[in-house]
């Protein structure tokens, strides 16, 4: 069935290095991904988007990559910052037959130590 | 502030009740969705409308119900509660499906 799921549910990185979080995605079909950002207490909020027709997208210090063959998604945060703390969940968007629908994924926990 | 608006923050309710969620989404955005975000489950979607009309089911339980009105403002209803329920409940919103969507602070609602 589908599904989006994440390789590592915690990462924990010192601040100012850069930070590097993967998504893998089994829907070959969809074309619209997203990363959301969820700091406790809050709802997600939009980090980043890419659609299926780039590699890569730049934001202000993200940076997500897609790779259509292996089916992954990754984002990079530069210079990762102690407020950069929270879960991260990539988000694949299926929509079929007029029908829409974000699956995520179970969420990475990152942790900055400064 | 993302500009969806959920009510209320925080409900207590009794198991066998039955409670509303309401969803103000962003102003504009004629997209709606509701999902159930618990510790073992994470973030599962249960229901979109779109300018009223139901357009995507997920994992929503026949106990539970949603509508979206003329004036784009949605509405959960959960009823029969069992424990299990207990869980936050977002609402997000989009001006199209397959575009930016952005969620509300949520509900948080425990059944005791």
């Known amino acids: 069935g589908e599904s989006v799921g994440l390789h590592l549910p915690t990462l924990s990185v010192q601040e100012g290095d850069n930070s590097i979080i993967n998504c893998a995605y089994s829907?070959?079909?969809?074309?619209?991904f997203i990363w959301y950002k969820q700091e406790s207490g809050k709802g997600p909020q939009f980090i980043i988007d890419?659609?299926?027709?780039?590699d890569k997208r730049q934001g202000q210090r993200v940076t997500v990559l897609l790779n259509k063959t292996v089916k992954h998604l990754s984002l990079q945060i530069a210079a990762t910052q102690p407020g950069d703390s929270a879960v991260y969940f990539c988000?694949?968007?299926?929509?079929?037959?007029?029908?829409?629908?974000?699956?995520f994924g179970k969420g990475t926990k990152l942790t900055v130590n400064p | 502030d993302s500009g969806v608006t959920q009510t209320p923050k925080h409900l207590i309710t009794a198991t066998g009740q039955r409670v509303t969620l309401r969803c103000s989404p962003r102003s504009g955005d004629l997209s709606v969705y509701w999902y159930q975000q618990s510790l073992d489950q994470g973030l599962q979607f249960l229901i979109q409308y779109y300018n009223g009309e139901e357009r995507a089911k997920g994992n929503i339980l026949e106990r539970f119900s949603a509508q979206q009105f003329p004036d784009l403002h949605s509405e959960l209803n959960l009823s029969s509660l069992e424990l299990g329920d207990s869980a936050l409940y977002f609402c997000?919103?989009?001006?199209?499906?397959?575009?930016?969507?952005?969620f509300g602070q949520g509900t948080r609602l425990t059944v005791v």
């Open positions: 988000a694949e968007d299926i929509t079929q037959g007029g029908s829409e629908k974000l699956v």
């Open positions: 890419i659609r299926s027709n780039m």
């Open positions: 997000a919103s989009s001006v199209v499906p397959g575009t930016e969507a952005f």
């Open positions: 829907n070959s079909a969809s074309d619209y």
